[in-house]
Nanobody, 120 residues
Framework: QVQLVESGGGLVQPGGSLRLSCAAT????????MGWYRQAPGKERELVAR???????NYADSAKGRFTISRDNAKNTVYLQMTSLEPDDTAVYYC??????????????WGQGTQVTVSS
């Protein structure tokens, strides 16, 4: 059973920084993509950033220049370093992965979510 285990959320003041981590555990043959989405109250879930197995990255416009996504392939872990945080960044952040459990079985997985609150 594949699981995505997130950590690193919390309360931070505007202008502060946080680092989110997400580790994929279980039977994993290959990870194609790992990334982060977020959902604020009353809003739809949106992509923040994602990174492919070849390290190509995509960022939402709101994240460019402030957030950095990276991955440790040996640990099946993805990180999201967030700087210059703003109140509009307040949301539940979800880890997402598209991975292969075998050579023929590819699925998408979601983490349980971690709250990020930016407030003074």
């Amino acid at each position: 059973q594949v699981q995505l285990v997130e950590s690193g959320g919390g309360l931070v003041q505007p202008g502060g920084s946080l680092r989110l981590s997400c580790a994929a555990t279980g039977r994993i043959f290959r990870i194609n993509y790992m990334g982060w989405y977020r959902q604020a109250p009353g809003k739809e879930r949106e992509l923040v950033a994602r990174i492919a197995s070849d390290s190509n990255t995509n960022y939402a416009d709101s994240a460019k220049g402030r957030f950095t996504i990276s991955r440790d392939n040996a640990k099946n872990t993805v990180y999201l370093q967030m700087t210059s945080l703003e109140p509009d960044d307040t949301a539940v952040y979800y880890c997402h992965a598209i991975l292969a459990e075998s050579i023929v079985v590819v699925k998408a997985y979601w983490g349980q979510g971690t709250q990020v609150t930016v407030s003074s």
